[in-house]
């Protein structure tokens, strides 16, 4: 199976969690049938990327990195490699890359859609990722690094959390509550 054929399985079988999610997983999923090359930068202006919002053991915290281009604090992802099977191998290799952080577990049900238009992402202008985002568990005695791509990673409290996008307050929400959900 190419990772095309899994992404846009894995999307047909998602149950969205809201009419707004519904949009976006019907955008995504006519981008998908559009083009063949819909998961690579060569699609352009809109192509898919990948992400995994990591929790803490205990889900009291997230992981984030302080964008290095953006300079805005984001949940781990980006762009889709060849040697990128699934989707979810695509999400949990970023999270990996970014975090430091090996053996995270990821769920392998996407539990939040996003676009959002990135202006250094590409020479020929502004583009939009078609985000599908995964959440992660990190084990309790995970150790994370700074990557090139970050300025800084940090653990945060869910109750103390820097200045964020909204989008970015809903998927810590979902992601929590699938993890309590899995462990219930």
Not at 37 to 57: F, I, Q
Not at 80 to 93: F, K, S
Not at 117 to 125: I, M
Request: contains cysteine; negative net charge.
């Amino acid at each position: 199976m190419t990772l095309h054929a899994d992404a846009l399985g894995r999307l047909e079988r998602w149950t969205p969690p809201s009419p707004d999610q519904l949009a976006l997983k019907d955008r995504f999923l006519g981008h998908l049938r559009a083009s063949t090359d819909a998961m690579t930068r060569a699609a352009y202006p809109d192509h898919v990327t990948a992400g995994t919002l990591v929790l803490s053991a205990d889900l009291d915290h997230v992981l984030l990195n302080l964008h290095r281009k953006a300079r805005r604090w984001f949940a781990f992802g980006g762009h889709c490699e060849p040697g990128d099977r699934t989707l979810v191998a695509a999400a949990a290799r970023e999270a990996a890359e970014e975090s430091g952080i090996a053996g995270l577990d990821v769920d392998p049900v996407p539990v939040h859609l996003d676009a959002h238009v990135v202006e250094f992402c590409d020479p020929r202008g502004p583009v939009t990722h078609l985000d599908v985002r995964f959440t992660g568990r990190a084990a309790p005695d995970a150790v994370h690094e700074v990557s090139e791509e970050s300025l800084d990673v940090r653990w945060w409290p869910v109750v103390a959390l820097p200045e964020l996008e909204a989008e970015m307050h809903t998927l810590i929400r979902l992601a929590r509550g699938r993890w309590s959900q899995r462990s219930g």
